[in-house]
């Protein structure tokens, strides 16, 4: 048996006609008939009942009918995916980036990565670094670049660059100097990022360093997007711990004030990351290699 015998099959069977199957199917119909009688003799029963108004199925026959839908199906959706997997060995890759680069710098880097290899299709999908880590599992993604320590067994981490934690005020905030003291900071009304976050993770960590928790901050709410918590604290709803590579552009016009905690260091890393197990496509190669190029910072 073969899938060109469950065609012919599911043809007559729904047009409960040999002659209707053979035209639809540009064969003759001693031929369609020839196919069906080699599966009743395969399987030493009759799948067709012949009638004056056409074919039937046999208790059999609805048995095989069934199966042969799902072989079918189960075929057209292989072929489809693995169209879609030849697709992006061939020509696409998709990069998976926490909310703190992806929304950045990152789409710079990808233009000119796009300028040495104009034929590469490039998507960026942007999500925090939990859900990134998920899609580089589910094979979702080829490659991602995410803030903060990766200590995963299964993938492998490499530090492409370095930035640090910073707490952004509204422009006309009364504070002095550059940075605030830990108390000081700690009664500040926070707006946090959500549960998965790297920036969130990391501090969370500093912060156990120093013997405090995050239930100890002035959390007025949680916001999963940078933009929406730099739009947030500009109009003086709070303050934040963000990236400084985030908050480049505000900090240059002066529509947010960036200061330092003092006793809280907040440095972190960017990786590029991927599974161990994963034999990487040429695209995520060349991205690879491009971004770990040490002569050059792939961050505009």
Not at 45 to 74: N, S, W
Not at 139 to 167: F, K, Q, R
Not at 203 to 212: C, F, I, K, P
């Amino acid at each position: 048996m073969d899938n060109f015998q469950l065609e012919i099959f599911c043809a007559v069977t729904r047009l409960r006609s040999f002659s209707k199957a053979a035209k639809m199917l540009h064969m003759s119909q001693p031929a369609v008939s020839t196919h069906i009688k080699n599966l009743e003799e395969y399987y030493r029963g009759q799948l067709f009942e012949r009638t004056p108004h056409g074919v039937c199925l046999t208790k059999a026959g609805e048995t095989f009918y069934a199966y042969a839908q799902r072989i079918m199906d189960l075929q057209n959706e292989m072929e489809t995916e693995l169209e879609k997997v030849l697709l992006r060995e061939n020509n696409q890759l998709v990069v998976g980036a926490s909310t703190s680069i992806g929304n950045v710098a990152l789409p710079c880097s990808i233009y000119f990565f796009k300028e040495r290899y104009p034929e590469l299709t490039v998507r960026l999908d942007i999500a925090n670094s939990v859900e990134i880590i998920r899609k580089l599992y589910a094979d979702e993604v080829d490659i991602g670049v995410l803030e903060g320590d990766v200590v995963i067994p299964e993938l492998a981490a490499i530090p492409v660059t370095s930035d640090e934690l910073v707490l952004i005020l509204p422009a006309d905030h009364p504070c002095r100097g550059e940075s605030l003291s830990l108390e000081e900071f700690l009664q500040l009304p926070l707006i946090l990022r959500e549960e998965g976050s790297g920036s969130r993770r990391i501090l969370a960590n500093v912060l156990e360093l120093q013997g405090h928790s995050l239930p100890e901050l002035n959390v007025v709410t949680e916001m999963g997007s940078i933009d929406a918590i730099k739009n947030a604290v500009a109009a003086g709803l709070g303050s934040a711990v963000v990236p400084r590579l985030s908050v480049r552009k505000e900090s240059e016009a002066h529509t947010l004030r960036v200061l330092t905690v003092s006793g809280l260091p907040m440095s972190l890393t960017y990786y590029v990351v991927y599974p161990v197990h994963k034999s990487l496509s040429t695209a995520a190669k060349r991205f690879l290699s491009f971004v770990t190029d040490a002569d050059k910072n792939f961050l505009c």
